[in-house]
Every structure is written in C-alpha cells, then in structure tokens.
C-alpha cells in the first residue's frame, strides 16, 4: 500500500489543528510562535519540515532530502533557515553527528585525522565516543564538510504537541501510517479529546516522560543529566506526574546506587518518596548501618503508608531488624505453606499440575491469576472506563482515569452505586449486561479469553459479597498497584471460592503477591500458598495419542484419523477414536501405509465437530505420544485453525525409552513392540500404535517408580 503523497503533511496538519483547539490552555509562547511560522511557509517548506520531523534524529545529510512533495529542495532548504526551522550544524552537535556517521566513515575519519589507538573490532558506540574525546570538532568538520548536513531545530517543541496529541512520547509521524498500513490497531469508535486541562500537569508529565525515554537508552551520560534535571525540576501538584517522577527517580537512583554512589542514590530517591522508593533509602540506611535513620523511616512508613505493599514492607522489615523476629513475613508464609506432590511431569508448568489434583477432589479449577480481577473490574466499571471520554484519541487503550489516580475522585458515585450492587447480591445482571453489549470489543484492561461467565456467575453467587466489594473498590483508588499479584488459581466447589498461589521449588513469593494475599484475606476470601513437590505420581492420570495424516507437515497436512487412551496406574480408563474429513485428497502412498482411503473420510467429521470432545477427554491429563511433537503439533495447529489455545504438558515414550531403556539401534514404534513383544496388529493405524504407545509408557513408569524406591533406600542409608 502506497502513502499519498502529502500523507505526513496533512496528518501534520490535522495535529496541529487539534492541538490548538483543545490544548489552548496548556500551549505557551513558543508552541503558537511555532503553527503560526508553519503555517506561514509555502506547502513545500512545510512538507520538508514534516518530513525531517518524521524521520529519526535532528541531523540529516541534504542529500537525502528529496520527495516527490518538494517542488525546489534548495529553496526550501534556505527559506526553512531563514525562518529558523533548521540551521547549519555547529559544535554542539558534535556527539550527535558523529553518532550518524556510519561505522566505515567513522574509522576513515579516524585515519584522515590521524587519531591512533583504534581498533576496525571496536562497536560503533565505542569507536564515536573514542573520537569524541580524542579529536577537537573544528579538524573534524574540516574533514566532514558540516555544509552537507541541515539541523532540524524546534524539535522539542513539535514532541511535545505530538505529547499531547497522542498520550505518548512519539518524534515521529510514524503511527498514523502504523495505523492506516494496518500494522497497528486503534480504536475507531473514540474521537481526540484533550487528556490534560491542567498546563502544569501536561508540561510535568511531558518533562517525566521525555526523561524515562533518555534514560532507557542506558547511557551514563543520560542518568547523569537526568539526575541533575530531577533534582533542579519543579513540584507539581498531580498525582500522575508524582508518579512518573517517582519512576524516573527510581530508575535513576537504580544507576547510582550499581555504581556504589549511595549517598547520590538516597537523595535522588528523597526527591521522589514513592513506596518503592522509600523502600531503597530503607535498605541502604540500614546496610551503611544508620540504624535510628532507617527505624525513623520505617516508623513513619508504617503510620501512613503509601499503598499496602508498603506497609507490608516496612513492618516486615521493622520486625525483623528491629524486634527479633529471624524470618520474613513472605518466607513465613511459604514456611506454612500447603504442600502438594505433583508428577515431574509438570515441572514447566506446575499450576496445571496443581489444577489436576484439586479437580481429582472434586474442585472447578479456573486458571485466573490477575486476568480474572481484571476482567471483573472492567466488566463492571466499562461504562466509566470506556465509554466517559478516558480514551483521548483512537490511539488510546488504556483509560487516563487510571494512569493519572483520578477514577475514583471522577466517579465517585457511580462507584458507591456498583459497589452497594456488589454487595446486595446484584451485580451479575449488570455485568452480563456488559458482556453482551461490548463481546470482544478491545481495550486496555482485560482480555476476553479470561471471561467465563459461569466461572463469574458462580464466583458473585458464592464468594462473600463484602469482600468483592473491598477488592473491588481497592482496584477504583489505585489500579496500577492492584492490577498484578493475585493468585494462580481460583477454586469452586459447592458453595465454597479459594484462591490459591502455586509456589514451584526454588520459587520466591514477591511483596505484590503477599500483599494481595493479605487483602483477599482480611476481605474474607480464602487464600493460601500451595507448594510443590515434584515426584512420580502412581496417580496420574495420561492420556497415549496418535493421529494420522495426509502428510508430514502440519502447516499442509491434515489429520485423517485421531485414536486417545486414558491411562492410569498402568491401566486403561478409557478410549476415544475417530475418523476426520482432511478436506483433501490423501495420497496413494498414504493409504497403502495406512489403509485409511479417500471414501472412508468423505462422511467423516469434520475436526471442529469433534474439538469440543477432544478436549474434554484430553483435560487433566498428561498427552503421551510417541515422538510427540508430530501428534501434539497437528493437533495444536487445528485448534489454532479454530482460533483457540491449545497447551498441555507432554510426554514422550520415545525419549523416555532412550533414556530408560538405551542401547537399541531403532526407537520407532515397530521395533520397539518387536523387542519387547508388544501387540501391534494394525500399524500405523491410530488406535492400534495408541495402544502400543500406552504400553511402552507402563514400561517407562515401572523405571520411573523403580528410581524413586532406589533413591529413598539411598537416602536412607545415609
């Protein structure tokens, strides 16, 4: 898809004109100096200038400057200096330019210039920052001749209108054609509004903004400059550009305290005291061994925290280095921690391990983490977040209500009067209201994957009323701390909700988790660590596969026939088999492998009239397959073909054979049932190599058993 040819131009237009409008308030000086002075210029000047603008860097040989839009390059050149917008490079650009330069050309001013101790293996950076300490501007200009080179200026004045206009740091056009190439997707159903009414707050979030980016480049000098501007920077009354500070305040105060600068460190910190912040000056007072400092600190963190987290923080570090107390709040509560044994199996992926042995006792495991609150709280507050004016512009996703802290404050009593319905019993019609008006429509909060409306429905019938309203609310005052940390899984069972968090060995419980664990608690919920343990489970239940298939490769073949037996304790539980319809011709070398012809899958199924079923016999279990990533593949990629996930743990009987059985020259299936005298009447035909798989995997777990009974004897004797 081509661009018109006054694309960047007439978007340029647009953002200046709605900038102007909605921003009146916010703009200074030197923003209107700037759109009236462009607006000034002829149509080709003007798309020169948009053009620069859209491009990376302030910098740019003249050379490149020629587009179709331009009528004369040269007059525009020269009227755009004249006015200011770009001027002829000078010493101050120096790092600049020399970071353009291309690494050839670097290394061929250095030979021109004479500038010895280089080395052609030297990075880019590396080599720029030698010349820039090693050979004065004036030679090098004479060497580079800066005439070929135009400086755009009033750069940071088109970034903060662009600020404005989007919500985002962006130096560049470049989202608009994102947007229209459709790379990136927006949200068509929102129109531009102004974000800030507040000049101080747009200015100081601009400033906080545009110092993370510099800072993320990791430069030293970038900190270095940053700390200098946090220190000398202004107090502004908002929330949302306190926050930012305290962002940038603790990234910078990271960087000192790496470089063992702890006195800089704790004041950068000071100039922003955030939880987290407060938290750093607690830990290095304490390691410098200013002990009355840091207890006063923490007190005071304690009296009036900043959010729970802080609290918690502060009075588990206060009872442990001031009280006596030897261990931590989160290492005390994994200490008292349920334990749960668990197949190896699940070791990549123990929730799901977790998940079998709670649905095994009778529970509905929902795999809910932060995504369910999430989806809960956007669900009931969709109108506030999505539909009041919070998203600023068709670019926006995340409502500004909750970045700047000002949603509960903005919707106070619409809160109170969801929140009162939460606690009556009567917010499940509201929010199934919500769901079938806005099903699948995007947005910033939650996905829709996590919306389960039984799972909801018996969550608001059973989970106490109260405590949903706590969360709830919580999430209202400040969502950016609230949004992470809760547990792995949610558990119903009759009229019971627990929700748990599954700690693997060597797992670590984070303060966001403690925290939310608490507050589920003290709202009443049942909440608790679960650990695991990971050993042979006799118990376990697997599920042996095979499939058939027009072809190797799953992105072309197609499955023809799929066979599934349930196993457990070495037995079979039960089977499951059918034929497909692949919805292509099977070739002749298939069939005579298989037997399976093209007449007997005309009528069979289709696979997305049997996925339903599939996956239902599949859950809980573990897929066993021999060499199972073909038959775990293909079946991935049909349900993929049905746009849905597909993720279980695997086994595989003919690594495991290798391991447990080594020193045979063929692990394929047919030798190995020759060997081991296994039935096989009807190779390559699914339920038969199924029931063949099964029994090389009662094989592989009499080995496995057999190496838990060795290691306990060897344990013992110790």
Same mark, same amino acid.
């Given at each position: 898809m081509l661009l018109p040819t006054y694309y960047y131009h007439d978007h340029f237009a647009e953002m200046l004109a709605f900038v102007e409008g909605a921003y009146d308030g916010v703009l200074d000086d030197a923003h209107r100096a700037f759109i009236k002075n462009f607006r000034g210029?002829?149509?080709?000047?003007?798309?020169?200038?948009?053009?620069? $603008?859209?491009?990376?860097?302030?910098?740019?040989?003249?050379?490149?400057?020629?587009?179709?839009?331009?009528?004369?390059?040269?007059? $525009?050149?020269?009227?755009?200096?004249?006015?200011?917008?770009?001027? &002829? +490079?000078?010493?101050?650009?120096? =790092?600049?330019?020399?970071?353009?330069?291309?690494?050839?050309?670097?290394?061929?001013?250095?030979?021109?210039?004479?500038?010895?101790?280089?080395?052609?293996?030297?990075? @880019?950076?590396?080599?720029?920052?030698?010349?820039?300490?090693?050979? =004065?501007?004036?030679?090098?200009?004479?060497?580079? /001749?800066?005439? &070929?080179?135009?400086?755009?200026?009033?750069?940071?004045?088109?970034?903060?209108?662009?600020?404005?206009?989007? %919500?985002?740091?962006?130096?560049?056009?470049?989202?608009?054609?994102?947007?229209?190439?459709?790379?990136? #997707?927006?949200?068509?159903?929102?129109?531009?509004?102004?974000?800030?009414? =507040?000049?101080d707050e747009a200015h100081g979030a601009y400033f906080y903004h545009t110092m993370l980016d510099r800072i993320g480049t990791g430069r030293d000098s970038a900190y270095e400059q940053a700390a200098d501007a946090l220190m000398n920077a202004k107090d502004i009354a908002s929330d949302y550009v306190h926050t930012l500070k305290g962002r940038a305040a603790y990234k910078i105060g990271q960087f000192f305290e790496k470089h063992a600068a702890f006195d800089q460190a704790m004041f950068i910190y000071r100039c922003a005291p955030t939880p987290e912040n407060n938290e750093r000056v607690v830990r290095i007072l304490h390691k410098q061994g200013d002990r009355d400092a840091a207890k006063d600190l923490l007190e005071r963190m304690i009296d009036d925290p900043g959010s729970d987290d802080e609290h918690n923080f502060a009075s588990d570090f206060y009872a442990r280095h001031f009280e006596g107390k030897r261990i931590g709040a989160c290492t005390d509560l994994l200490r008292k921690a349920q334990n749960i044994a668990i197949d190896e199996i699940h070791r990549n992926a123990p929730e799901e391990g977790v998940a079998g042995i709670f649905r095994r006792d009778g529970w509905r495991v929902e795999h809910v983490e932060n995504g369910f609150w999430q989806a809960l709280f956007g669900l009931i507050f969709w109108d506030e977040l999505f539909e009041s004016g919070q998203l600023h512009n068709g670019f926006d996703w995340f409502p500004h209500a909750l970045k700047n802290k000002t949603f509960a404050k903005t919707f106070a009593a619409e809160i109170e009067t969801k929140l009162a319905a939460i606690r009556a019993g009567k917010a499940l019609p509201h929010v199934l209201k919500t769901i079938a008006t806005h099903w699948d429509k995007p947005n910033g909060i939650f996905g829709w994957y996590y919306v389960d409306i039984d799972a909801i429905r018996d969550f608001l019938a059973h989970a106490p009323k109260d405590g949903v309203a706590r969360i709830v609310e919580l999430m209202t005052r400040d969502y950016a701390s609230m949004h992470d940390g809760f547990p792995d899984l949610l558990l119903i069972r009759d009229n019971e909700i627990r929700f748990t968090e599954v700690k693997a060995q060597g797992d670590v419980i984070r303060r966001h988790q403690l925290t939310r664990l608490r507050q589920l608690q003290t709202a009443g919920f049942h909440a608790d660590i679960c650990r695991v343990d990971y050993r042979y489970d006799p118990e376990q239940i697997y599920t042996v596969v095979d499939i058939e298939t027009t072809g190797q490769h799953r992105d072309f073949g197609r499955i023809t026939e799929i066979a599934a037996v @349930?196993?457990?304790?070495?037995?079979?539980?039960?089977?499951?088999?059918?034929?497909? /319809?692949?919805?292509?011709?099977? !070739?002749?070398?298939?069939?005579?492998?298989? %037997?399976?012809?093209? $007449?007997?899958?005309?009528?069979? !199924?289709?696979?997305?009239?049997?996925?339903?079923?599939?996956?239902?016999?599949?859950?809980?279990?573990?897929?066993?397959?021999? /060499?199972?990533?073909? =038959?775990?593949?293909?079946?991935? $990629?049909?349900?993929?073909?049905?746009?849905?996930?597909?993720?279980?743990?695997?086994?595989?009987?003919?690594?495991?054979?290798?391991?447990?059985?080594? #020193?045979?020259?063929?692990?394929?299936?047919?030798?190995?049932?020759? +060997?081991?005298?296994?039935?096989?009447?009807?190779?390559?035909? &699914?339920?038969?190599?199924?029931?063949?798989?099964?029994?090389?995997?009662?094989?592989? /777990?009499?080995?496995?058993?057999?190496?838990?009974?060795?290691?306990?004897?060897?344990?013992?004797?110790?």
């Open positions: 210029l002829n149509k080709s000047e003007q798309c020169l200038y948009v053009r620069m $603008a859209n491009r990376r860097g302030r910098i740019f040989p003249r050379v490149t400057l020629r587009y179709a839009e331009i009528e004369n390059i040269d007059d $525009a050149i020269e009227t755009l200096r004249v006015q200011e917008f770009i001027r &002829a +490079i000078d010493e101050q650009d120096y =790092d600049a330019w020399l970071s353009l330069l291309k690494k050839d050309d670097l290394l061929a001013l250095a030979q021109s210039a004479d500038v010895k101790d280089i080395k052609k293996s030297w990075s @880019k950076p590396k080599l720029a920052q030698h010349l820039l300490e090693n050979l =004065d501007y004036e030679l090098a200009a004479e060497i580079l /001749n800066p005439r &070929a080179y135009v400086v755009q200026e009033r750069g940071e004045v088109v970034e903060f209108l662009l600020y404005l206009y989007f %919500g985002k740091t962006f130096d560049d056009l470049k989202s608009f054609a994102l947007r229209d190439l459709g790379v990136i #997707g927006t949200n068509a159903a929102t129109t531009f509004s102004a974000r800030f009414t =507040d000049r @349930k196993m457990q304790g070495g037995e079979i539980i039960d089977e499951w088999q059918t034929l497909l /319809n692949p919805q292509r011709p099977i !070739p002749a070398f298939i069939t005579q492998l298989t %037997g399976i012809t093209n $007449a007997m899958v005309a009528d069979a !199924p289709l696979f997305s009239a049997v996925a339903d079923d599939l996956r239902a016999f599949l859950a809980d279990t573990i897929f066993v397959a021999h /060499n199972v990533g073909f =038959d775990y593949g293909f079946i991935a $990629a049909e349900y993929d073909r049905l746009e849905q996930s597909f993720r279980m743990p695997k086994f595989c009987t003919v690594s495991n054979m290798r391991r447990h059985y080594p #020193g045979h020259k063929s692990y394929s299936l047919g030798s190995l049932c020759e +060997i081991y005298d296994i039935e096989l009447k009807n190779h390559h035909r &699914a339920m038969s190599d199924a029931r063949a798989a099964a029994a090389l995997l009662v094989m592989i /777990n009499r080995k496995r058993e057999d190496q838990v009974f060795e290691d306990k004897i060897a344990v013992a004797a110790e």
